[in-house]
Nanobody, 113 residues
Framework: QVQLVESGGGLVQAGGSLKLSCTAS????????MEWYRQAPGKERELVAR???????RYVDSVKGRFTISRVNAKNTVYLQMNSLRPEDTAVYYC???????WGQGTQVTVSS
């Protein structure tokens, strides 16, 4: 069955960096677009970034120029490099397979001011 395991979250000061990882199993990883979402306390879950099977990328405006999504198909892994972090980036981050209704456990990112 499908499984997604996120890691790399933590506590960081504003302006710092973190790199999230998500390893997938149970799918043909290279054929699927992968996404990163986040959900802050009291807010709806939002799509942060997407990378297609042909490596095209899209970002929500609030992270453009600061976050970079990438993938290594040989490792069944998608990454989210987050630079210049802000307190408003604080959230639980989830990776997701596009168009597949399955969520991993998420990883907490906390940015202190």
């Amino acid at each position: 069955q499908v499984q997604l395991v996120e890691s790399g979250g933590g506590l960081v000061q504003a302006g710092g960096s973190l790199k999230l990882s998500c390893t997938a199993s149970g799918i043909i990883f290279s054929s699927n677009a992968m996404e990163w979402y986040r959900q802050a306390p009291g807010k709806e879950r939002e799509l942060v970034a997407r990378i297609g099977s042909t490596y095209g990328t899209r970002y929500v405006d609030s992270v453009k120029g600061r976050f970079t999504i990438s993938r290594v198909n040989a490792k069944n892994t998608v990454y989210l490099q987050m630079n210049s972090l802000r307190p408003e980036d604080t959230a639980v981050y989830y990776c997701k397979i596009r168009d597949v209704d399955y969520w991993g456990q998420g990883t907490q990112v906390t940015v202190s001011s």
